[in-house]
């Protein structure tokens, strides 16, 4: 990232103060958001969403598998992030895995809940088949294509949109079987089940740069930052996940307040890209 | 024309669609025939001996190219001039640059070319203003003059003999840029022109447009005076960083620094050559159509700007027979 001189830091911490960024934002404004569905055939589902000059893409691929013994009612999701090389130049060589390890435990702890499985964002028994044998494991990656900021929050919309792009195929079970045996499957080509969507959350970064926040920043603003709270906020108001960034310390008031401006920005960027979503699978039919 | 980033519904895809057709109608005359693209076959006089320059090769006999751009032919110098490189410098360009290093008499400015260009201690005025030979204590002191970082604006002054660029900055309207933000845009986009440092009066706003695609938006600031700095004066400088704390542009001059940046952002996007003319056009629609200082980077306002200078350059056109 390029370094920013004195006076450009200055100006940018005063535009935060005073409620107008850099390019004409509010503080609690997002980006144009840009939403493509179906960008990788061969995956069960995938999606590339842009923000700003952010870019990532989510793909979704399901396999059939054994279901952990410990659940034996629930399907198994693994979500791994890889930061590109060709992102940004401190990604060359093996600079972006720490950035990706990051990200991989702050979508997982806000999109999958902890590790009973409670509180899931995406609801892993509907990926079962027959209980104790066949489940349906998901294996959602994300691939950063070019940073400019809030990586979390367009990974996470990117999921959101690959996922109700997933088709899983219709699984026949064949219906004699003893209960020791692994029972015969047959998965069907044509037939799809469509993923139910609406209880996926979004995540929320609000970054805070002096004493207020900024929703969506850019890798500028970010490097201001003293502190980052990244929020998983679903359609019914519920908090999913909460992730914390950043070396200076947060009063707990404060995280409070960065809770409930979380809650009231989530409601318009939850139904901004719900139509985004909508929008970019009817244009995929058309194509 | 780049493929932009943009949610265009049907009807501002089809306007965007209409005025870019009219711009290359009206832009595509005698020099149709020299751009090309690579692999293309060079059109040239193989009786006549000529030159192979940048951007050719020679293929099964044929002159073909390697790069797309604009073919140019110099006495006979045939070579391929890439539209969408690195900055190319020329002597006398003024450039906006960021200080990555501060070394033995000279500070190395990244000006998006291929290599740093370099801006020597001695080629920088002294803060007090006198003429005289730099001496030890100077080459300490530099950090006080530009340090990593800094955005800096200066004048190329000549190539070294290895390729690498030297700098000079001696006139008062070069120097430190501060106060304001620097947008990045393609180097072909900024053409030269006779004046790169703009003063906006009526917003109160200086823009320096660099030849290397390095643009500087920011408050008005006065040229330095050369006048002596005795210890007085020298302590009121060291209260100042902290004040500026405090002191934050107001906020009418953000709006306006803001509203030309974004200008020049939907410009960049839209392949524009910038200049200030252009800027303010943009900046008077852009008030014109009421449009939020944030909206202005939205689909909406940038297929106004494609109809805007489609229309423009018709009239120019019309007006030119």
Sequence with gaps: MVGLSVGEKHFIQGGIAQDLRSDGRKRLTYRPIYVETGVIPQAHGSARVRLGATDVIASVKAELGKPSALQPDKGKIAIYVDCSPTAAPMFEGRGGEELSTELSVALQRCLLGGKSGAGAGIDPTSLVVVEGKVCWDLYIDGLVISSDGNLLDALAAAIKAALSNTGIPKVDVAAETRSDEQPEVNISDEEFLQFDTSGIPVIVTLTKVGRHYIVDATSEEESQMSSAVSISVNRKGHICGLTKRGGVGLDPSIILDMISVAKHVSEQLINKLDSEIAAAEASEEES | MRGLQLPLSQTQRIRLQRAL????????????????????????????????????????????????????????????????????????????????????????????????AILMLSSMNMPDGIQRRRTALDELNMRGIFEENDVVCAEVRNFQH????????????????EKGQLLIVDPYLVKKSKQHFHHLEQFGIDLVLGRNGFIWVGEHVEARDSMVVDQANSSEQSMVPEEKNKTHTPLEMRQNICRIANAVRVLSTLGFSIDADLILETVELSSTVKIDIHDMLGSEFHVLVAEREAERRSLVGKRKR
């Design chain 2, 21 to 116: 057709e009219k711009l290359q109608s009206l832009s595509c005359k005698a020099n149709s025939d020299a751009s090309v693209t690579v692999a293309d076959t060079i059109p040239v006089n193989y009786e006549d001996a000529f030159l192979k320059g940048h951007g050719t090769t020679d293929l099964n006999g044929d002159l073909v190219a390697t790069v797309c751009g604009v073919v140019e032919r110099i006495n006979k110098l045939v070579y391929v001039r890439a539209l969408r490189a690195r900055y190319k410098p020329e002597v006398g360009d003024i450039v906006v640059g960021r200080v990555v290093e501060v070394s033995q008499k000279r500070w190395r400015l990244e000006i998006n070319f291929s290599l740093d």
């Design chain 2, 162 to 177: 290895d390729g690498s660029l030297q700098l000079q900055a001696r006139s008062q309207k070069y120097g430190k840029l």
